[in-house]
């Protein structure tokens, strides 16, 4: 089995930085794609940014690009969701995911097999 746990979520002011990070841990695999997704309050979730095991390729959402950046570090199983200049509109639920088949970056929630709890982002003015 495997298990993400997210953290680093907490109330910021616009304009703002924070890291978010995603744990891996239980089964161990040798390719896989990390998402991070979010849901604002009473929205769909939507895609924000995944990231090939090895970091070679990274897919941006459109409502964050140029603002959040993906990494992963293999060594610490850990992936990391990078934002920057935060806006109010980025006020949401983070979640991390994970598709054990590796291959391309999906944008759709519904690839994903594996899921962390969440943490709050909430960015005021």
């Known amino acids: 089995q495997v298990q993400l746990a997210e953290s680093g979520g907490g109330l910021v002011q616009a304009g703002d930085s924070l890291r978010l990070s995603c744990v891996l841990s239980?089964?161990?695999?040798?390719?896989?794609?990390m998402g991070w997704f979010r849901q604002p309050p009473g929205k769909e979730r939507e895609f924000v940014a995944g990231?090939?095991?090895?970091?070679?390729?990274?897919r941006i959402g459109d409502a964050v690009k140029g603002r959040f950046t993906i990494s992963v570090d293999n060594a610490k199983n850990t992936a990391y969701l990078e934002m920057n200049s935060l806006k109010l509109e980025d006020t949401a639920v983070y979640y991390c995911?994970?598709?054990?088949?590796?291959?391309?970056?999906?944008?759709?929630?519904?690839?994903?097999?594996?899921w962390g709890q969440g943490t709050q982002v909430t960015v005021s003015s």
């Open positions: 239980g089964r161990t695999l040798s390719t896989y794609i």
């Open positions: 995911a994970l598709d054990p088949r590796g291959g391309w970056i999906s944008t759709l929630d519904k690839t994903y097999q594996y």
């Open positions: 990231i090939r095991w090895n970091g070679d390729v990274t």
